[in-house]
């Protein structure tokens, strides 16, 4: 123990150092005692209106994967192969060629007829649920600004992310859980900072796990207290809470160390909690086999213990870096892809849809742009298409089998119903409850917010 005639000498920080031996002790007396404990700052809060969802599961396909070779099928690419039309002349990372026709089938699926890509036909089982959107585009052909316009809503990596604004303006259900959780097994190209909350509080960044290895003790190390009892960690932390009483005193409003101890806060209390919810090994076996083996299976089951839970935003980021990055080899690159993420992402809908879950969890599917219908040089690749892209939506609040937007006759522009990266965000945060141009944050002179100054919402999608 400290000696008390040294607390007054003593930053927050040193204290915590001096008592801490792991994340169980660096918490507060106020998660053992909810009389003493101040309100979190992540508790729920009351939406603008009536949400359609209650929560998020953003499926982010890293490095962009072929609009006409998933659910933009283009029969005119096989009638003029090799050609180049004036439509070829966009902008993209590298130096394109002539027509790539897609050797993939496409058949229509469920009632609604909507054709999807035979690699997909699981997933197409859903497609009723689904909302295509074949008109999608952004800004910038290269990876790392359309990443950041993807999950941050704007070209550079200084503003927050997407998971960050929505639990800034709603709060989590679970405060025994981080609100925002992101699962990548690696780093993106842009890395933390896509799922950063830059000037919002500290709190409101996602809590990243690496779930290369689901093990809940190598996904979250050094989770558990192994050499004090629970008797032992509530004197230290009982010594903390007065500490902390008298530091705050005179630093109100100091965010950096507000945000260093919300997350001890909630280190001490996922000791129990996340013990759990990450433990995907509960789940009975016929359930994970549904699900599949693959390190993206995993993290689809993963994602949806999570959101029963409570977690307000997951992200679930396919591989490391940008597996989707087909600029070589790209018809069986897709083909591989494409059969990976089919089965967990069908399971994922049918395991939501049988705990009556899915009408109130959106799922979101797509990367941060798309490909050329044209082929890179003479390796069988696919560039950077940025003009025009698919992605879709389902569950909460999303008018199921429906198609919205066309792009031309080749794949490489939207044309009609154009929806733009701000639209989008604009409609996930409407479904959630949330007007995107009230949401907002003062810094550095202006009020800030997701959409920037455009973004609206894509009402043709919302049931």
Not at 35 to 60: E, M
Request: aromatic share 8%.
């Amino acid at each position: 123990m400290i000696p008390s005639d040294n607390l007054n000498h003593m930053s927050r920080r040193d204290i915590l150092q001096k008592v801490g031996g792991g994340f169980g002790m660096l918490s507060l007396a106020g998660m053992l005692s909810a009389a003493d404990a101040a309100p979190s700052s992540v508790l729920a809060q009351t939406p603008h209106f009536k949400p359609k969802a209650k929560r998020v599961i953003f499926l982010f396909m890293s490095g962009g994967p072929s609009q006409v070779d998933t659910f933009d099928p283009k029969p005119m690419l096989q009638k003029f192969a090799g050609q180049r039309p004036k439509e070829a002349d966009i902008r993209t990372a590298s130096k394109t060629m002539g027509l790539l026709p897609s050797p993939v089938k496409f058949f229509k699926a469920g009632k609604s007829g909507i054709p999807v890509a035979e690699h997909l036909s699981k997933t197409a089982e859903h497609i009723d649920d689904m909302a295509i959107i074949r008109s999608m585009h952004t800004d910038f052909p290269n990876h790392a600004p359309a990443l950041c316009m993807m999950n941050l809503g704007t070209l550079t990596p200084t503003r927050p992310s997407l998971g960050s604004w929505l639990t800034y303006g709603l709060g989590s259900e679970n405060q025994n859980l981080p609100g925002f959780i992101a699962l990548c097994p690696g780093k993106p190209v842009v890395g933390p900072k896509l799922w950063g909350s830059a000037f919002l509080p500290g709190k409101h960044q996602a809590t990243h796990i690496n779930n290369k290895d689901l093990t809940p003790e190598k996904m979250i190390p050094f989770l558990k207290n192994d050499v004090l009892s629970s008797n032992e960690q509530k004197r230290q932390l009982d010594l903390v809470q007065a500490i902390n009483k008298q530091h705050l005193q005179p630093r109100a409003g100091d965010n950096e160390l507000e945000t260093r101890i919300k997350s001890m806060e909630m280190a001490y209390r996922m000791q129990f909690a996340a013990t759990d919810a990450f433990d995907i090994s509960r789940e009975p076996e016929k359930l994970q086999e549904a699900y599949g083996k693959s390190e993206f299976s995993k993290a689809c089951l993963l994602a949806r213990r999570l959101s029963e839970r409570g977690v307000r935003f997951v992200q679930v980021y396919y591989g490391n870096r940008q597996p989707w990055d087909t600029h070589s080899n790209h018809d069986k690159s897709n083909e591989r892809l494409c059969k990976d993420i089919d089965q967990p992402v069908a399971q994922l809908m049918t395991d939501l849809k049988q705990r009556g879950l899915l009408d109130e969890t959106l799922i979101v599917w797509g990367g941060e742009f798309g490909r050329t219908p044209t082929a890179q040089g003479g390796i069988n690749g696919r560039d950077h298409n940025p003009y025009g892209f698919c992605m879709w939506l389902a569950g909460g609040g999303i008018k199921g089998g429906t198609i919205h937007g066309e792009s031309d006759d080749f794949g490489f522009r939207a044309m009609q119903d154009k929806v733009h990266v701000h639209d989008l965000h604009a409609t996930i945060l409407h479904l959630m409850g949330i007007d995107h141009e009230r949401l907002t944050y003062h810094y550095s002179g202006r009020n800030f917010r997701l959409t920037d100054v455009a973004g609206e919402v894509v009402q043709n999608i919302i049931a």
